[in-house]
């Protein structure tokens, strides 16, 4: 290998990184692209996601085995060690639930935190949405039984008895991309469906839902509770496949990262949402692994990446405004019929 | 109360100082075509929106079959059959005018959240029954062969039939006219009124119109109510209303 490169090891963390950022695409997507809904704090619900799983699983490890640590402390990650392998089931099971109980918590912050903005105008949502977001990071700095600024470390893997490392990655991997097409599947199957058109319209011309009949404020805010617990969800992926959680992983970089996913790929259509989650999470990896191999370039490959990520905005924006991908007509039934029907007249 | 299929009860809206409505009452008889007219801020699109929902009035009452209306949200009056239309179209951009219609049928099975992700199994034969009775309307409204396009590929007539035509679907008994034949030429206008007429006729709805070119309105109206600075300020028949002085010199001015 040149410089001794690990091809398969960076595949495998692309995939797990796709995967997250897929599954938070997807999120952002169901919100704005389908419901109009601008949400600016995305990372806040993924936050959520992450501190609950990588505190809830590190206090049941520690609880169950009578440790009677701070969960941030350096006795609880060196005693954590030990016991982790010990026992799968404990470990699959409580990965479970925690997946479970991220998208819940998320999702009803999600809901309460946005139901009052939704009854005054689309722009308050954004607004506050993001500020809300670094209001959470900001806590979590200062939270001291949660580690404060340096956070939580030595998240219990899920998969934590399998000996080989890249094994285990790999496996895990897989569970993320699971994952992703199963929300993937659900949102598809939300946006081509009457509830969909709902969606749309209220989108178009919210005025003139209500006016039809559709309960507006309901439908926005059932789309916030999926949307933020889709976003927990990716939180807990991310606390198991990092291994640790601090308030800086969670800027609101994070937010724009995907919302430039989402624009590059199309709004309005999900396969658009895992096109630009693929090419700009290899773009990321891409600049980790120059970091590594050469650590003494005059300016950090990051930035460069964050420059191109502008670049590629503008040019989309300019020559394909609606992204790789356009949005699609909804696929319900309708068409099927209308083309049998256009063929019955000629 | 009875009398009327919509009764208006001395309603008044005011926004701060402004009395954009100042205690107007009125009915409308069931399958009757009631036009209103005023000059320009007179109230009557205030009107409509308190009747509508969109408005709480600051007093007043608003009756529809006998039971008070006033103060529910849009979403509920429309469930309870009066639908509107807007002195400029809104219709959905990005849906088939066919998807236009149809989402104005209430409470579709695959509405509801958990239907869509179980998937079509549940819904999919209620969207081709709903397909069918889309079209069937689209037809009768002569806007069928544009079923697939988008509403912004329409002409501006065409798209103030289809919101109107969105209106039938829905179990309409109430359809508020807010302008139809603005910006629509005369003889297309005359086509849509007749239209309204057969619509009452063979449907049994009952119509109430804003209209500013009163040369077509009158042709068709069973009875006119005018508006003038928020207040009534004449009614009857429309050769008596276009004969009143009051309403020449509101229209004409001193």
Same mark, same amino acid.
């Given at each position: 290998?040149?410089?001794?490169?690990?091809?398969?090891?960076?595949?495998?963390?692309?995939?797990?990184? !796709?995967? &997250?950022?897929?599954?938070?695409?997807?999120?952002?997507?169901?919100?704005?692209?389908?419901?109009?809904?601008?949400? !600016?704090?995305?990372?806040?619900?993924?936050?959520?996601?992450?501190?609950?799983?990588?505190?809830?699983?590190?206090?049941? !490890?520690?609880?169950?085995?009578?440790?009677?640590?701070?969960?941030?402390?350096?006795?609880? &990650?060196?005693?954590?060690?030990?016991?982790?392998?010990?026992?799968?089931?404990?470990?699959?099971?409580?990965?479970?639930?925690?997946?479970?109980?991220?998208?819940?918590?998320?999702?009803?912050?999600?809901?309460?935190?946005?139901?009052?903005?939704? +009854?005054?105008?689309?722009?308050?949502?954004?607004?506050?949405?993001?500020?809300?977001?670094?209001?959470?990071?900001?806590?979590?700095?200062?939270?001291?039984?949660?580690?404060?600024?340096?956070?939580?470390?030595?998240?219990?893997?899920?998969?934590?008895?399998?000996?080989?490392?890249?094994?285990?990655?790999?496996?895990?991997?897989?569970?993320?991309?699971?994952?992703?097409?199963? &929300?993937?599947?659900?949102?598809?199957? &939300?946006?081509?469906?009457?509830?969909?058109?709902?969606?749309?319209?209220?989108?178009?011309?919210?005025?003139?839902?209500?006016?039809?009949?559709?309960?507006?404020? /309901?439908?926005?805010?059932?789309?916030?509770?999926?949307?933020?617990?889709?976003?927990?969800?990716?939180?807990?992926?991310?606390?198991?496949?990092?291994?640790?959680?601090?308030?800086?992983?969670?800027?609101?970089?994070?937010? !724009?990262?995907?919302?430039?996913?989402?624009?590059?790929?199309?709004?309005?259509?999900?396969?658009?949402?895992?096109?630009?989650?693929?090419?700009?999470?290899?773009?990321?990896?891409?600049?980790?692994?120059?970091?590594?191999?050469?650590?003494?370039?005059?300016?950090?490959?990051?930035?460069? /990446?964050?420059?191109?990520?502008?670049?590629?905005?503008?040019?989309?924006?300019?020559? /394909?405004?609606?992204?790789?991908?356009?949005?699609?007509?909804? +696929?319900?039934?309708?068409?099927?019929?209308?083309?049998?029907?256009?063929?019955?007249?000629? | 109360? #009875?009398?009327?299929?919509?009764? $208006?009860?001395?309603?008044?809206?005011?926004? @701060?100082?402004?009395?954009?409505?100042?205690?107007?009452?009125? @009915?409308?008889?069931?399958?009757?075509?009631?036009?209103?007219?005023?000059?320009?801020?007179? #109230?009557?699109?205030?009107?409509?929106?308190?009747?509508?929902?969109?408005?709480?009035?600051? *007093?007043?009452?608003?009756?529809?079959?006998?039971?008070? %209306?006033? #103060?529910?949200?849009?979403?509920?009056?429309?469930?309870?059959?009066? $639908? *509107?239309?807007?002195?400029?179209? *809104?219709?959905?951009?990005?849906?088939?005018?066919?998807?236009?219609?149809?989402?104005?049928?209430?409470?579709?099975?695959?509405?509801?959240?958990?239907?869509?992700?179980?998937?079509?199994?549940?819904?999919?034969?209620?969207?081709?029954?709903?397909?069918?009775?889309?079209?069937?309307?689209?037809?009768?409204?002569?806007?069928?062969?544009?079923?697939?396009?988008?509403?912004?590929?329409?002409?501006?007539?065409?798209?103030?039939?289809?919101?109107?035509?969105?209106?039938?679907?829905?179990?309409?008994?109430?359809?508020?006219?807010?302008?139809?034949?603005?910006?629509?030429?005369?003889?297309?206008?005359?086509?849509?009124?007749?239209?309204?007429?057969?619509?009452?006729?063979?449907? #049994?709805?009952?119509?109430?119109?804003?209209?500013?070119?009163?040369? =077509?309105?009158?042709?068709?109206?069973?009875?006119?109510?005018?508006?003038?600075?928020?207040?009534?300020?004449?009614?009857?028949?429309?050769?008596?209303? =276009?004969?009143?002085?009051?309403? %020449?010199?509101?229209? %004409?001015?001193?």
């Amino acid at each position: 290998m040149v410089l001794g490169f690990d091809v398969l090891g960076f595949l495998i963390s692309w995939i797990s990184i !796709f995967g &997250i950022y897929a599954i938070l695409a997807i999120s952002l997507n169901i919100e704005v692209g389908y419901t109009g809904m601008a949400n !600016f704090g995305k990372v806040a619900f993924y936050a959520l996601g992450a501190y609950l799983t990588a505190s809830l699983t590190i206090w049941t !490890f520690l609880l169950l085995h009578n440790l009677p640590y701070p969960l941030y402390s350096v006795e609880a &990650i060196v005693a954590l060690s030990e016991l982790v392998p010990q026992n799968p089931l404990l470990n699959i099971g409580l990965f479970i639930s925690m997946v479970v109980l991220s998208f819940i918590f998320a999702g009803v912050v999600g809901y309460l935190i946005t139901y009052p903005t939704l +009854r005054v105008g689309p722009a308050f949502l954004g607004i506050t949405v993001l500020s809300f977001g670094e209001l959470i990071r900001v806590f979590l700095r200062h939270l001291k039984p949660l580690g404060a600024t340096k956070g939580l470390a030595g998240v219990p893997h899920p998969l934590a008895w399998i000996k080989d490392p890249m094994l285990r990655d790999g496996i895990f991997a897989i569970i993320i991309l699971i994952f992703t097409f199963v &929300i993937f599947l659900v949102s598809e199957r &939300i946006g081509n469906s009457p509830y969909g058109r709902v969606l749309r319209a209220i989108r178009d011309d919210e005025i003139a839902a209500l006016c039809l009949g559709k309960h507006v404020p /309901r439908v926005k805010a059932t789309m916030l509770f999926i949307g933020s617990g889709f976003a927990g969800v990716a939180g807990a992926l991310w606390t198991y496949y990092a291994g640790s959680v601090n308030p800086d992983m969670f800027v609101p970089v994070v937010t !724009f990262s995907i919302w430039a996913m989402v624009i590059f790929g199309g709004l309005g259509n999900n396969i658009g949402a895992l096109i630009g989650a693929a090419v700009l999470t290899f773009l990321d990896r891409v600049s980790f692994i120059i970091n590594i191999l050469f650590p003494n370039l005059p300016i950090t490959p990051d930035y460069i /990446r964050w420059m191109f990520t502008g670049l590629l905005i503008i040019l989309m924006l300019m020559f /394909r405004p609606r992204g790789i991908i356009p949005e699609k007509p909804i +696929r319900t039934p309708i068409w099927t019929y209308l083309d049998k029907e256009g063929e019955d007249h000629g | 109360m #009875g009398k009327y299929f919509l009764e $208006v009860i001395d309603v008044a809206k005011y926004f @701060g100082g402004v009395k954009a409505l100042d205690g107007v009452s009125l @009915g409308i008889e069931k399958g009757s075509v009631v036009g209103l007219i005023g000059p320009n801020g007179s #109230g009557k699109t205030t009107l409509f929106n308190v009747i509508t929902g969109f408005y709480e009035p600051t *007093r007043g009452e608003v009756w529809f079959e006998n039971e008070r %209306i006033d #103060g529910l949200n849009p979403n509920e009056i429309y469930k309870r059959g009066i $639908v *509107r239309t807007f002195q400029i179209p *809104r219709t959905f951009s990005s849906l088939s005018v066919l998807e236009n219609v149809i989402i104005a049928f209430p409470n579709q099975i695959g509405e509801s959240i958990f239907n869509a992700i179980m998937g079509p199994r549940k819904w999919g034969r209620d969207e081709v029954e709903l397909a069918k009775k889309g079209l069937q309307i689209l037809k009768v409204f002569r806007i069928a062969p544009y079923a697939k396009l988008k509403p912004t590929q329409l002409s501006a007539a065409h798209i103030k039939l289809l919101e109107t035509a969105r209106g039938l679907m829905g179990n309409a008994k109430l359809i508020l006219l807010d302008e139809p034949a603005a910006g629509v030429s005369y003889d297309v206008a005359h086509e849509m009124f007749k239209f309204i007429l057969n619509l009452r006729k063979e449907l #049994g709805l009952t119509f109430f119109i804003i209209e500013h070119r009163l040369e =077509i309105l009158m042709e068709f109206v069973d009875y006119v109510y005018v508006l003038h600075n928020g207040k009534l300020l004449a009614e009857g028949k429309p050769d008596e209303v =276009i004969n009143n002085p009051k309403v %020449i010199e509101a229209y %004409i001015g001193e």
